[in-house]
């Protein structure tokens, strides 16, 4: 690729970081990445090979934001197979600091992958918003922390766990696709029933003093007559809601039927809410 196609990669990554969809970044990462990040914190240091960077590096982060990370560019400059992006990162954690870091990227780009980045930032606002790697992950301003450890594999769209150590736990029984006079909202519309019920957890938690960034679990039973080629439009609705950077532990199930048969989907869920 030439430094043209290169520097367009770049972009077009960035244009989906503002939006905060990490995705298209994270499947541009060679299997052997070289992630360097400069300074002198426990963060600093050289993640080697992608398994490393997503577990090591970009699932900790994640488990510290309460909505997803976005980063935009505002200067990209190309010269061969490197490509020099700077730009800003920010966030707001769990605990509600806000973070806006800026940074300057070097990256190594070969057939149309990044194979190394350099990360220059400022390291002392990384410690006092983000902490350190392996702090305790839980306070009265952090209940709780979703994480995939190693060992198991890498989910797409939810967490393998999570930890909890302080907040309200609330219980939200299985919403399905009911207005708040209990009529059914879209008959045989898989979308239009997905989209009402999310929206009917999301007024539930919100209902007991949280936010959907409070969720910790969800629980899916779709009727089998749900084909799997429908799925797609979960998730898609799914990641309106969540926060995708630190998506909450969940399992889905196919059921033969629900109690009332023109319901599609139903969702419960489990949320830990930060004290007033």
């Known amino acids: 690729m030439e430094a043209t196609d290169n520097k367009q990669l770049m972009q077009q990554i960035f244009s989906d970081l503002s939006k905060g969809n990490s ?14 990040i400069t300074g002198r914190t426990k963060w ?8 490393a960077v997503v577990t090591d590096l970009l699932e900790p982060l994640r488990s510290l934001f309460a909505v997803p990370y976005t980063a935009t560019a505002h200067r990209f400059i190309a010269d061969g197979e490197l490509v020099v992006v700077e730009g800003r990162g920010c ?27 350099t990360e220059y930032l400022d390291t002392e606002l990384v410690t006092a918003a983000l902490g350190q790697p392996g702090d305790p992950p839980t306070s009265a301003t952090h209940p709780f922390r979703l994480f995939n450890p190693k060992g198991l594999s890498s989910p797409l769209g939810y967490s393998h766990i999570a930890e909890i150590g302080a907040g ?28 009402r019920t999310f929206q009917n957890v999301k007024t ?6 949280g936010t959907f960034a409070d969720i910790v679990k969800l629980n899916y039973y779709c009727v089998e007559s749900v084909k799997a080629d429908r799925l797609p439009a979960l998730r898609e609705i799914r ?21 009332r048969p023109e319901w599609l989907i139903e969702i419960e869920a489990t949320a830990v ?3 007033a």
């Open 168 to 195: 309200k736990l609330v219980q939200i029984a299985g919403q399905v696709s009911l207005d708040a006079s209990g009529a059914l909202v879209g008959e045989n519309d898989f979308p239009a029933q997905v989209e």
């Open 23 to 36: 995705k298209p970044f994270v499947d541009s990462l060679g299997d052997d990445v070289r992630w360097t």
């Open 91 to 117: 966030v707001t954690t769990k605990a509600g600091v806000p973070y806006d870091n800026a940074y300057c990227w070097v990256y190594r780009i070969g057939d149309g992958k990044i194979t190394e980045i």
């Open 239 to 259: 990641d309106r809601f969540v926060n995708v950077q630190s998506p909450p532990v969940s399992t889905l199930v196919f059921v033969s039927r629900l109690v």
């Open 44 to 51: 600093s240091k050289t993640y080697q090979g992608k398994r």
């Open 273 to 275: 809410v930060r004290p």
């Open 204 to 209: 539930a938690v919100e209902a007991a003093g």
